[in-house]
């Protein structure tokens, strides 16, 4: 059977609501993406009680504090048995290299396989000036591949990027570096508030190992459907 890339995002802070979609979307999405909005309002009891089903987590609490800090995240995040979580790559090296440490020690401890840490580089709300009003001149691709190469040396297992960032990042960070993509539309979807958006077929052509889509499954009349529609066009190829 062929792997399903798709974590679906919950953008929610109701946790009913959350498990509702859980459960119409088992076996039909590899996994579920739960971030700073539900986690702020259920804490990890909530996040428990929506992954009980059994698919994969995707806890995305984007850590950036000092390193001991960070640490002391994620050893707490990797009880709860995510496959993925996230991180600021602009905390810095040591901050990284704490929270890879920290993440191998916690998975041991705890006997949970180790989540994938990927890091954030550029926030994609950030533009070209917002980055030059917090001090980086640079353009602004260069600083994602500078965050994405300073994450990939300091152990991060990789990062969340742009569809814009791809084939830049997959080209500098070899084929075993995970490149999760956010802002994926299936042609039949609304862009919403997404500006540069590709389809899940062009994302995976261009590199992705991850997919994370939200709306275009948890706001379609019929969310097991619409996974279940972009399930077939992965498995077969089509856009
Ligand atoms: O509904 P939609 O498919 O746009 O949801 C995309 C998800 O990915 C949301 O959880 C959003 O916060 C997240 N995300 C994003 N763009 C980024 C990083 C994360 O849309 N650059």
């Known amino acids: 059977m062929i792997?399903?890339?798709?974590?679906?995002?919950?953008?929610?802070?109701?946790?009913?609501?959350?498990?509702?979609?859980?459960?119409?979307?088992?076996?039909?999405?590899g996994g579920l993406k739960l971030g700073l909005e539900f986690f702020s309002a259920n804490g990890p009891q909530g996040v428990r009680a929506v992954i009980e089903g059994g698919l994969p987590l995707?806890?995305?609490l984007k850590f950036h504090d000092i390193p001991n800090t960070v640490a002391g995240a994620v050893r707490a995040a990797v009880r709860l048995g995510p496959a993925m979580t996230?991180?600021?790559?602009?905390g810095g090296r040591e901050m990284m290299a704490a929270a890879v440490d920290a993440a191998a020690d916690a998975a041991a401890k705890w006997d949970v396989v180790r989540p994938r840490l990927l890091a954030v580089t550029v926030l994609t709300s950030m533009s070209q000036s917002d980055l030059a009003q917090s001090g980086v001149?640079?353009?602004?691709?260069?600083?994602?591949?500078r965050l994405a190469a300073l994450a990939?040396?300091?152990?991060?297992?990789?990062?969340v990027c742009s569809p814009h960032e791809v084939e830049a990042l997959r080209a500098q960070c070899g084929p075993?570096?995970?490149?999760?993509?956010p802002?994926?539309?299936?042609?039949?979807?609304?862009?919403?508030?997404q500006k540069r958006v590709l389809t899940p077929v062009e994302a995976m052509?261009?590199?992705a190992d991850w997919l994370v889509i939200g709306r275009p499954i948890t706001a379609a009349a019929d969310p097991a459907l619409a996974a279940g529609r972009i399930q077939d066009e992965l498995a077969g190829g089509a856009s």
């Open 205 to 207: 052509a261009k590199g």
């Open 58 to 60: 995707f806890l995305d």
């Open 86 to 90: 996230t991180l600021h790559a602009c």
């Open 3 to 29: 792997r399903n890339p798709v974590f679906c995002a919950l953008d929610t802070t109701d946790p009913q609501a959350a498990l509702a979609l859980s459960r119409r979307l088992a076996g039909l999405v």
């Open 137 to 145: 001149a640079d353009p602004l691709l260069d600083q994602v591949k």
């Open 152 to 159: 990939q040396e300091a152990g991060v297992d990789g990062v």
């Open 176 to 181: 075993n570096f995970h490149l999760v993509i």
């Open 183 to 193: 802002g994926i539309r299936p042609a039949w979807a609304a862009a919403n508030d």
